[in-house]
């Protein structure tokens, strides 16, 4: 089981960015997929998360409205795209699968990927 994260990026308050999870090694539709972030100091916590179909999915209140999760389960990727970003989404963001359903819960999910880097600044 592998996940890969990328987008990460420095965009201004304001701005956005779109993260990719690629998925390999597993039948990613079996899987629900989540994106966490962990900001320096703190720990991680759950930010969207998506069922194993892409039909429920469920936000953190701190990013509900600006925060989307997707997946393209034939191309084995899951996406978070993040708007109207503010300083306080500055984190490392991950992916993580479980099989089972969705939760923001992070001790819940099995596998990791590596974080991607999300900085937002003026």
């Known amino acids: 089981v592998q996940l890969q994260a990328s987008g990460g990026g420095s965009v201004q308050p304001g701005g956005s960015l779109r993260l990719s999870c690629a998925a390999s090694g597993f039948p990613l539709d079996r899987y629900a997929i989540g994106w966490f972030r962990q900001a320096p100091g703190k720990e991680r916590e759950g930010v969207s998360v998506s069922s194993r179909s892409g039909g429920g999915t469920y936000h953190a209140d701190s990013v509900k409205g600006r925060f989307t999760i997707s997946r393209d389960n034939a191309k084995k990727t899951v996406y978070l795209q993040m708007n109207s970003l503010k300083p306080e989404d500055t984190a490392v963001y991950y992916c993580?699968?479980?099989?089972?359903?969705?939760?923001?819960?992070?001790?819940?999910?099995?596998?990791w990927g590596q974080g991607t880097q999300v900085t937002v600044s003026s």
């Open positions: 993580a699968a479980r099989l089972g359903g969705p939760s923001l819960r992070r001790v819940l999910y099995n596998y």
